[in-house]
């Protein structure tokens, strides 16, 4: 998926560059064309992006736009250009309004029109959207590098380890690759990554993956619990990375719970906290239905993290019952398109709705009767009417015998 995208766009620069160059030699034979000379990308991150350059052209330019986009989108921003005597543009763009993913590619390129009435391009340049309010240091070990800027060497390091240590956990049922960058940010706090995702138009989460541009970002602070942080954060957003590179465009087809199931059951460290909400919940009957957690979770934190314990239980029961291949079925069910109840009995021969109630029993303990009967009322209703319907037909006999009986003399 990424390749093929990295791919357009060496097709798209190549034509590009060949266009300037037929476009040097039309200059050559004496017709008009652009040239870009000194472009310059200042970003203020989660403020501003200002574009500067000096636009050549053989004529005078009547009009001149500058045009940018993330590499992964589809819309092309265009806003017009005010172009000095000497050729000189600047354009600043208000990144806390419309804003890109932090840590994500931007290609921007400029048109000129002429006065031969003729628009040209010029060539598209790239630069990186980076979180520069702090001094990133990185280490990189194959395709993985930690970017952090609190702690020592050390640090960047154990980091390194705990990638690892989740690509070794996780290669039993992701293929993992070797090959194509991922970069993990490490926040210092809470708060900084926090406002950065704000800035970079996510909600807050736990931690958070951009699996499209192989970027994670998580918070850890350096100190005692940096070792089980690590170990616990980095394996999680590097699932969803993975995943992602496995599944392409069909990422987006598979259910929430599946995917931060999958993820949440790759850290290293189980979240002992969600055992209790687990229990908590189960306890005064406040568990989350899958089938509300197929699109997307709840907004509430508290909801939103009992949405991670239930997923993580969920998706282990479900490991543990139908084994790994049983979790490849899943996603190759919900990959074909399948909805969330029919990807599970497609794949598992068990609607998600059934999944949810046997979980709910076998892991959690449920009254079993009381589950089976919410299970299967609507068959409980059918056995009542089939016995109901001969049972009312044998009273009614008997009424009538009696009555007969009545009637007899004595
Ligand atoms: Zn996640």
Known sequence: ????????????????????????????????????????????????????????????????SILFRGVNEEVTRVETLQVAEDGSVNFTYDASLNVFPPFSSI??????????????????INFS??????????????NVTIHWYAGDDAFGAAALDAAGAGMLAMREFIPISLTEPINIYIYSNAP??????????????????????????????????????????IPHELTHIMMYRALGDKYATQPIWLLEGIAAMVELYPNPEYARALDIASGNDSLLAFEDLCASFPADAGNAFLAYAQSQSFVTYIRDTYGTSGLTRLTNAYSDGFNCELGATNALGTPLSQLDSRWRESVLGQNITGVAARNLSPFILLMALVLVVPLWGAIDILRQRRKRRGKQPQ
């Not at 390129?109 to 598209?124: E, G, I, K, P, R």
């Not at 980076?130 to 240091?137: A, E, Q, S, V, Y």
């Not at 704000?198 to 100190?223: K, N, Q, R, T």
């Open 192 to 233: 900084d990554l926090q406002n950065t995702l704000f800035l970079g138009g996510e909600d807050w989460a736990g931690g958070h993956a951009s699996p499209d541009l192989g970027v994670a970002l998580v918070a850890i602070a350096p100190g005692t619990s940096q070792f089980t942080e690590m170990e616990t954060k």
């Open 1 to 64: 998926m990424l390749y093929s995208r990295k791919f357009v766009l060496r097709v798209v620069a190549v034509i590009l560059t060949a266009a300037i160059i037929s476009l040097n030699t039309q200059q050559a034979q004496g017709q008009a064309g652009i040239a870009i000379e000194n472009p310059r990308v200042t970003v203020n991150f989660g403020q501003s992006i200002t574009f500067e350059a000096r636009i050549l052209s053989s004529l005078p330019i009547t009009q001149a």
């Open 107 to 124: 290609v921007y390129w400029f048109q000129a029109t002429l006065t031969d009435n003729v628009t040209y391009t010029s060539d598209a």
């Open 129 to 142: 959207y980076n979180d520069n309010r702090f001094p990133w240091r990185n280490t990189t070990r194959v």
